[in-house]
């Protein structure tokens, strides 16, 4: 495990961890009186500078949620593709114990890819939930190679955030199950609403901001 360092004039800080799979990174957004680590990981085709990841980012340390971003090795590395899923559970793994150091419940969670990582990994890693934002239920214009199993199988209590126009699943494609599901209208698997939708890009994220707290609150 690397050291900790500071990003000057703010209260983050970030972590760099040794994994099976490489280097990984955690930027850790801190929060008083924490009762939770909200940990999440970004998709195949981007960081942790994703809008939804960011807006949580900015709303739940208030909430007393601890916000930890997590870089995989591959993004740390500079690398333009995303590995294997199997290599993304090694490096999801080997950053559990830098995530549990705080000494509270872990909701392990992500977007696309990460959110397929954090429920076929949540059961094993004794997760407190997971956080499925943006799951890629299936390729999009492939809906018989379904990935609902991994959704299904995750074994604790799960919420999905879903654009109501994303091509990897729409909200009415998801199975029925333990989960709950949020919709966020006219959102792509980006989060990103058109400029003529009914609704505002800030008004998109304040609901999936607004969605994902009162479920973390219930949790605790």
Excluded at 166 to 177: A, K, L, M
């Amino acid at each position: 495990m690397g050291a900790v360092s500071r990003t000057p004039g703010t209260a983050k800080k970030t972590e760099d961890v040794t994994t099976d799979a490489g280097e990984a990174r955690i930027t850790w957004i801190p929060a008083k009186d924490a009762r939770l680590v909200l940990a999440v990981g970004h998709g195949a085709g981007g960081g942790v500078e994703a809008r939804d990841l960011q807006a949580l980012a900015a709303v739940l340390p208030a909430r007393r949620v601890i916000v930890a971003l997590v870089e995989q090795p591959w993004r740390v590395a500079g690398k333009k593709l995303a590995p294997a899923p199997r290599t993304l559970d090694t490096g999801w793994r080997g950053l559990w114990p830098a995530l549990t150091a705080p000494g509270l419940p872990v909701v392990a969670g992500g977007r696309s890819a990460g959110a397929r990582v954090a429920c076929r990994t949540a059961e094993e890693l004794g997760a407190r939930a997971v956080l499925a934002l943006s799951f890629p239920l299936h390729p999009p214009g492939k809906p018989e190679k379904s990935r609902a199993d991994e959704l299904l199988g995750a074994g604790v209590p799960t919420l999905v955030v879903q654009g109501g126009r994303d091509p990897f699943g729409r909200p009415d494609e998801f199975p029925s199950g333990g989960h709950g599901l949020v919709e966020v209208p006219y959102a792509d698997h980006g989060f990103a609403v058109p400029k003529k939708a009914p609704l505002t890009q800030d008004q998109a994220m304040d609901l999936l901001t607004g969605a994902v707290a009162g479920w973390l609150d219930g949790l605790s």
